[in-house]
C-alpha cells in the first residue's frame, strides 16, 4: 500500500510557542492531503484539507489563523499550531489518498504526531 | 456534510465468538465505507471496504454488509482472536473525492 510518514511522532512544546508538523507521501503524488484530530478515547475529527498550489479548506469551528496549514509541493503538507495552548495537546494525523481526484478511495495515514502543550 | 453514527461504543467477547459493529449514515449518495482498526497510540489502518455496487464483501474472518435503502453497514469479524481487540472506526465519504467522516468509534475487547 502507499506510504504517508509524519514527523514529529510527538513533541512538548511550552505554551505560547508554535510547532510544525510535516506529512509527506513517500511513494506518490498527493494534490489534496486531510489533517485530523483526535483527543482520548475519542473519533477522528477532520481539521482542514489541504490543497497543493492553493488555500486550505478548514472544518466548521476550526481556526484557520491558529492552524496553519501549507500545502507547498505534491507529496508534503505541513501544519503549525501556533501560539499552543494546553486545550491544543492532542493527537494530529495527516492523511492523503493516491487515487484519481474525484474518486473516493483508501486513505492512507501518517504515524499520528501527539502534541502536548505545557 | 455526512453524518456517520457506530454503535456499540464498547464491545467485549469472548475469544472465538463473533463482533457485530453497526453504522447508519445520512448521505444517500456515499457510494464507498471503509472500517479502519485503530490499536493503541497508533495510526488508523484500513482493515476491508466495500463500495454501493455490492452488497456483502468478506476477507477471510472479516465481512462488510451494505444496506443502501436503509443506509447502513456493518463490520463482522467471526472466530475473534485477542489481536483483534482494538478500536475500530466506520467512515462514509462527503463532498466529492476522499473527505471522509468517521464514527464515533467501537473499542472492542476480546477476552481469552
Known amino acids: 500500500g502507499a506510504v504517508v510518514s509524519q514527523h514529529p511522532s510527538w513533541v512538548i512544546c511550552k505554551s505560547g510557542t508554535s510547532v510544525k508538523i510535516e506529512c509527506r507521501s513517500l511513494?506518490?503524488?498527493?494534490?489534496?492531503m486531510f489533517w485530523y484530530r483526535q483527543f482520548p478515547k475519542q473519533s477522528l475529527m477532520l481539521m482542514a484539507t489541504?490543497?497543493?498550489?492553493?488555500?486550505?479548506?478548514?472544518e466548521q469551528g476550526v481556526e484557520k489563523d491558529k492552524f496553519l496549514i501549507n500545502h507547498a509541493s505534491l507529496t508534503l503538507s505541513t501544519l503549525t499550531v501556533t501560539s499552543a495552548h494546553p486545550e491544543d495537546s492532542s493527537f494530529y494525523i495527516c492523511?492523503?489518498?493516491?487515487?484519481?481526484?474525484?474518486?473516493?478511495?483508501?486513505?492512507?495515514f501518517g504515524e499520528g504526531s501527539r502534541l502536548t502543550v505545557l | 456534510g455526512e453524518n456517520v453514527e457506530q454503535h456499540p461504543s464498547t464491545l467485549s467477547v469472548q475469544e472465538g465468538d463473533s463482533a457485530v459493529i453497526k453504522c447508519t449514515y445520512s448521505?444517500?449518495?456515499?457510494?464507498?465505507f471503509p472500517w479502519y482498526k485503530q490499536e493503541l497510540g497508533k495510526r488508523p489502518q484500513l482493515i476491508i471496504d466495500?463500495?454501493?455496487?455490492?452488497g456483502e464483501k468478506k476477507d477471510q474472518r472479516i465481512a462488510v454488509t451494505l444496506n443502501k435503502t436503509a443506509k447502513h453497514f456493518s463490520l463482522h469479524i467471526t472466530e475473534t482472536q485477542p489481536e483483534d481487540s482494538a478500536v475500530y472506526f466506520c467512515?462514509?465519504?462527503?463532498?466529492?473525492?476522499?473527505?471522509?467522516?468517521f464514527g464515533g468509534g467501537t473499542r472492542v475487547l476480546v477476552k481469552p
Open positions: 492523511s492523503a489518498s493516491p487515487t484519481l481526484a474525484g474518486v473516493t478511495g483508501e486513505l492512507f
Open positions: 511513494d506518490f503524488q498527493a494534490t489534496t
Open positions: 489541504s490543497n497543493e498550489g492553493s488555500k486550505a479548506t478548514y
Open positions: 448521505d444517500s449518495a456515499s457510494n464507498y
Open positions: 466495500i463500495r454501493s455496487n455490492v
Open positions: 467512515a462514509a465519504p462527503w463532498a466529492a473525492g476522499n473527505k471522509l467522516t
